[in-house]
């Protein structure tokens, strides 16, 4: 059971728009940033977002972040089929004190 | 190029004791926050430790007590001391930098396979 909530799957036809959520509560996105990742098969995750919308160097302005209140939203749009990946949201948990990730979304482009 | 690389898993029996290793390059190593994430086949990410630059350590529930991580800034390097190791910690394991709000550099990972 994951402390962040994300849907197991989405899916949506290459061109389009999809969106994916992740929620938390207020000791973890309510109060600290929120990341998001991509994980390609056999690869190790890859960092898309920080800091709730922020993206690294290299990354296309394609994905885009946000956050309101305690979830997090991904949103990818003109989906390629090299999308076809597993999503993971995280952030900081300060009850915990320590990191967290949501279950992880597979998304599929049709 | 800013790299990390991961070693020292392997298969060890339950119960058993396992320290992997990270080295990092291309980057000012004590500068950074640096983080264990593990992986088992099949399922999501896990956080397992954290070593901020001060030298404060972080674990969740699931390994306080039996994980110690450390790290050598002179020597560009991450260390996961894995004690007492159960099936349940069989996973790839990937070190990551720190940055605000997230993990933007991750090596590639090593796998530790916990059985008999």
């Known amino acids: 059971q994951s402390v962040l909530t994300q849907p197991p799957s989405v899916s949506a036809a290459p061109g389009q728009k999809v969106t994916i959520s992740c929620s938390g509560s207020s000791s973890n996105i309510g109060n600290n940033y929120v990341s998001w990742y991509q994980q390609l098969p056999g690869t190790a995750p890859k960092l898309l977002i920080y800091e709730d919308h922020k993206r690294p160097s290299g990354i296309p302005a394609r994905f885009s972040g946000s956050k309101s209140g305690t979830s997090a939203t991904l949103g990818i749009t003109g989906l390629q089929t090299g999308d076809e990946a597993d999503y993971y949201c995280?952030?900081?948990?300060?009850?915990?004190?320590?990191?967290?990730f949501g279950g992880g979304t597979k998304l599929t482009v049709l | 190029d800013v790299q990390l690389v991961e070693s020292g898993g392997g298969l060890v029996q339950p119960g058993g004791s396992l320290r992997l290793s990270c080295a990092a390059s291309?980057?000012?190593?004590?500068?950074?926050?640096m983080h264990w994430v593990r992986q088992a086949t099949g399922e999501g990410l896990e956080w397992v430790s954290a070593i901020a630059t001060a030298g404060d350590t972080y674990y969740p529930a699931s390994v306080k007590g039996r994980f110690t991580i450390s790290r050598e800034n002179a020597k560009n390097s991450l260390h996961l001391q894995m004690n007492s190791l159960r099936a349940g910690d069989t996973a790839v394991y990937y070190c990551?930098?720190?940055?605000?709000?997230?993990?933007?550099?991750w090596g590639q990972g090593t796998m530790v396979t916990v059985s008999s």
């Open positions: 995280g952030a900081w948990d300060s009850s915990l004190s320590g990191g967290v």
């Open positions: 291309g980057f000012t190593f004590s500068r950074y926050d």
């Open positions: 990551a930098r720190g940055v605000p709000g997230g993990f933007d550099i």
